[in-house]
């Protein structure tokens, strides 16, 4: 018997008895709660959650207004800008006034099509990369699958941002992303991932980013950059 | 009395009274609630959250044996290593192995409450090993060679000058008491250990049955380093961490951060579903995911507490507990601290080691109300005195009650010992609070009530006899 049949077989005894269903005299009271009466009902509860998470209003002009919002929050700085030209533009004046010298970029095409415009020595992560040359780099410049309004959060993958390290070991972070990028609520994130990866074609590695890195753990006070990015940029249009 | 429950009164005892070290929990615990609250409040249903939350963690964990099987099939299908490990003992041995067997020497660490629960670094470092934490707080406690003071906030019993000073002595560094400074001190050493490392291990906050991912919840960055640069990634995680669905993270995972720290949602919130993919740049050419039991079934087989596998490490328990903040993390010597682990932990390591914990609550249920999967905490903290008392009856507290049994079922001593008692009292106040006194661990920082000079049955007895035209102005 091996070590995974002994845990299973524990767990199967021990499964034997049904544990009661949590707090099951608070149902009913809520109109739209409704009583589970078997594990695959309450597991199609959490369809619900959107329900209980907080507001995001119902248009995209909306949206983009609270992503603004929680962005600035977060210390993550907005641009939005006109067109594709407009958006150069602006990735341009970032690299002047912070005196980039060398920044890494992937094969994404609205992100590879900024940092060319740049004019700058550049990583390109796609064909692999040394990574002293990465951890050098001013700047990491990459794409994302979406931006999520409700947290302020960038949703990317190592697809749609450069692999693994590209987003998070360069100080800056700068996202490029179209304003029709942006999702209302964290339940239609997860809608995204699934319509675009799944079941078959997952990433090995998805992550959402809800400003730029930071650590509260001396004393409760708030610094940026704890192991990844300082600063982290959204440039949108 | 156990040896771990003399070291938990000896040091409750010491750190409620050090004013500075309650003074530091105050402090960290205000900005906590003044983060939270507001955060909690933003929700549309906060508590139709914890119902979901709560209804979706008791179908994973009632058909634990189905979706760890479906998470298995899941992640082996993207070229994911899955090891099962019953035993602290063998979770470490599968861990060595695959270190061994990369000829490995340079270890980085994101934050793993699990490898706390093993001993990990200690084994590691013994074997020569260099094992580095890469999460602030535990690369400060790891320099200070002390185990996390609080699950989520590691350090949050340090002042600045005490880590200042830690730095100066290990890491030569120029004191400053900047905690900025302090930070970009750690990032610099611990940048070039991500990249020399050979082997990153992290935890996981949550299982993905559905697709065979991980979530790491993390806000420095650590984690997603230790999962990028390495060539080799170990996930050790606990069997309870289960989420049927990877769409059950759009409400885990604010639910986590507004709870643990009070934030819409934490830095990083990354899912990992294997090692580097074809067509991938980057990434682990391996992933080892180590599940581990270390008596989570004997939780799992009691359908009384099993909710408290429900649980996802917020620390939200431990920042509302009065208990907590008068003793501290270190005095409960566990793991994991607070309710939560006063309850979870006689499950884990013994219910007679551990059942002292247990008691050391004044059952307020601030736990329970304030736990986002609405685990019964304070409830379970009676549950574990019940069942130690039945499996073990105190020989002392039996003799107690026989004791007085015998007393009220013979009024006339009872009679005698008021009145000796009353002639004893003033006699007590000499040896009050000393070790000369019988009830010296209530009577030390309270009073007694004094017995009355005259009991209610010589009062009666006594009384003055009044005719019933006298009676509307009542008792004297």
Request: charged letters at 20%; a neutral charge; glycine letters at 8%.
């Amino acid at each position: 018997m091996t070590e995974r049949d002994k845990i299973f077989s524990r767990i199967r005894d021990a499964l034997k008895t049904a544990s009661p269903k949590p707090g099951s005299h608070h149902l009913g009271h809520h109109p739209t709660a409704q009583q589970p009466d078997s594990l695959t009902a309450a597991r199609t509860a959490a369809s619900g959650a959107r329900d209980w998470l907080p507001s995001v209003g119902h248009t995209e002009a909306e949206w983009i207004t609270l992503f603004t919002k929680n962005s600035f929050d977060l210390r993550t700085s907005v641009i939005v800008a006109a067109d594709a030209g407009a958006a150069h533009r602006q990735l341009r004046a970032l690299s002047e006034a912070e005196g980039w010298a060398r920044v890494a970029t992937h094969g994404h095409g609205i992100a590879a099509g900024a940092s060319a415009a740049l004019g700058l020595n550049q990583i390109n992560t796609d064909g692999g990369y040394d990574v002293h040359a990465l951890e050098r780099c001013d700047a990491g410049i990459s794409g994302c699958d979406a931006l999520i309004a409700q947290t302020g959060s960038i949703l990317l993958t190592t697809r749609s941002g450069g692999g693994r390290a590209l987003s998070v070991l360069p100080p800056h972070h700068v996202v490029i992303a179209r304003l029709d990028q942006m999702v209302p609520d964290l339940p239609s994130a997860y809608e995204l991932l699934h319509h675009t990866y799944g079941p078959a074609q997952w990433p090995s590695m998805i992550t959402i980013i809800t400003g730029p890195s930071r650590t509260g753990d001396i004393e409760r006070i708030l610094v940026l950059g704890a192991h990844g990015p300082k600063k982290l940029t959204v440039i949108l249009y | 009395m156990t040896g771990n429950a003399t070291q938990f009164q000896n040091d409750a005892d010491r750190l409620t009274s050090d004013l500075t070290h309650r003074q530091r929990i105050q402090s960290a615990m205000t900005k906590y609630y003044a983060a939270r609250y507001p955060r909690q409040a933003i929700f549309r249903d906060w508590q139709e959250g914890r119902q979901t939350a709560a209804e979706t963690k008791w179908a994973g964990i009632n058909e634990l044996d189905k979706h760890l099987a479906e998470f298995e099939k899941n992640a082996v299908s993207r070229g994911t290593s899955v090891h099962w490990t019953s035993t602290s003992e063998q979770a470490r041995q599968v861990i060595v192995d695959i270190i061994r067997r990369h000829n490995a020497q340079r270890i980085v660490k994101s934050k793993v409450m699990t490898s706390e629960e093993i001993h990990l670094n200690q084994l590691l470092e013994s074997l020569g090993f260099e094992v580095v934490e890469s999460d602030l707080g535990e690369y400060i406690q790891q320099l200070k060679n002390e185990p996390p003071y609080h699950f989520v906030f590691p350090c949050m019993h340090l002042s600045r000058e005490e880590i200042s000073d830690l730095f100066e002595n290990h890491l030569g560094t120029a004191q400053t008491h900047d905690p900025e400074a302090l930070t970009m001190i750690a990032r610099d050493v611990l940048r070039k250990k991500y990249i020399e490392a050979d082997i990153g291990i992290t935890g996981a906050n949550f299982i993905v049955a559905e697709t065979g991912m991980i979530s790491i919840t993390e806000n420095e960055g650590n984690a997603r380093l230790t999962a990028a640069l390495p060539r080799v990634m170990i996930t050790l995680v606990g069997i309870e961490k289960i989420l049927p669905r990877l769409a059950d993270l759009a409400l885990f995972l604010p639910m986590l951060a507004t709870a643990g720290t009070g934030q819409p949602l934490t830095c990083y919130n990354t899912m990992y579903g294997g090692p580097r993919q074809p067509g991938e740049v980057d990434g682990p050419e391996e992933w080892h995911v180590v599940f581990l039991d270390n008596n989570r079934t004997t939780l799992l087989a009691d359908p009384e507490q099993r909710d408290a596998l429900h649980c996802i490490r917020c620390g939200a328990c431990l920042n509302v507990c009065p208990i907590f903040k008068n003793v501290g993390g270190f005095s409960y010597g566990t793991t994991y601290q607070g309710p939560i682990g006063s309850v979870i932990t006689p499950h884990l390591r013994g219910l007679q080691d551990w059942k002292h914990l247990s008691s050391a609550s004044s059952l307020c249920g601030a736990c329970t109300e304030t736990c986002p999967v609405k685990i019964d905490l304070h409830h379970h903290l009676l549950h574990n005195r019940r069942n130690a008392v039945a499996e073990k009856p105190g020989r002392l507290e039996s003799l107690l009650w026989q004791g007085f049994t015998f007393l009220m079922k013979r009024p006339w001593l009872y009679q005698t010992g008021l009145r000796v008692g009353r002639l004893l009292q003033p006699l007590h106040g000499l040896v009050k609070g000393d070790i000369l006194d019988p009830a010296r661990a209530w009577t030390k920082s309270r009073e007694l009530p004094e017995i009355a000079p005259v009991s209610f049955r010589d009062y009666w007895k006594n009384r003055p006899l009044v005719s019933a035209g006298d009676r509307k102005g009542g008792p004297p």
